[in-house]
């Protein structure tokens, strides 16, 4: 049957395809390829053109599948905020990234005590575009299509110079609607 969700999920996966062969035809990714030499661009090859030919739900389950045995299953980027050098250098007291879809806020180190003003922390802003998360009903259950809720979420991050904000160094304000 040709449903509206269907014909949705067909579309996306018209513009994904397009928008795959697009970038693969970037200067930037022709001018990384290692003429005889499989490499990330090989890869990245293959996997676009084996998602060209595979549904949204099959992709989907890949990547779930994948994220959960293969990787840690993290979506957070806090140890990446570690490995900044201005962090290891204790050059920075604040990491801040942003537009990878979730606001958290982590702390890294602290020195002495948890109050303590010298201490790094992680803030990440998310995104200010729609999100769209995957109902967790179906998502648990195994070969069952997934189904995206839209809602939209903003962080709005403030940091203060000594003595503003009545001594505090940051303030963090989310919402989120549907």
């Known amino acids: 049957m040709n449903t509206p969700v269907r014909r949705t999920r067909n579309r996306i996966k018209k513009d994904l395809d397009q928008v795959c ?3 693969l035809n970037t200067d930037f990714v022709r001018k990384a390829h290692k003429a005889f030499k499989f490499d990330t661009v090989d890869a990245l090859r293959l996997a676009v053109k084996i ?3 595979t549904s ?6 890949l990547v779930n599948w994948l994220r959960n045995n293969m990787g840690s299953g993290e979506i957070s980027y806090a140890a990446h905020a570690l490995d900044e050098s201005a962090v290891q250098k204790d050059q920075a007291r604040f990491v801040v990234y942003g537009h ?10 602290a020195y002495g005590y948890l109050s303590d003003p010298e201490s790094q922390i992680y803030i990440n802003s998310g995104t200010w575009h ?15 299509p997934d189904e995206f809720v839209p809602y939209q979420s903003m962080t ?11 001594g505090k160094s940051f303030e963090a304000w989310s919402g989120t609607f549907a």
Not at 56 to 61: A, D, H, S
Not at 137 to 142: A, G
């Open 156 to 166: 709005y991050l403030a940091f203060y110079k000594d003595g503003e904000r009545g």
């Open 100 to 109: 990878t879809h979730f606001h958290e806020i982590v702390p890294l180190d």
């Open 130 to 144: 729609s999100y769209y998360a995957i109902a967790a009903k179906n998502h648990l259950k195994i070969h069952q």
């Open 51 to 53: 998602t060209d030919r």
């Open 56 to 61: 949204l739900t099959t992709i989907n389950e």
């Open 21 to 23: 062969d697009e970038f």
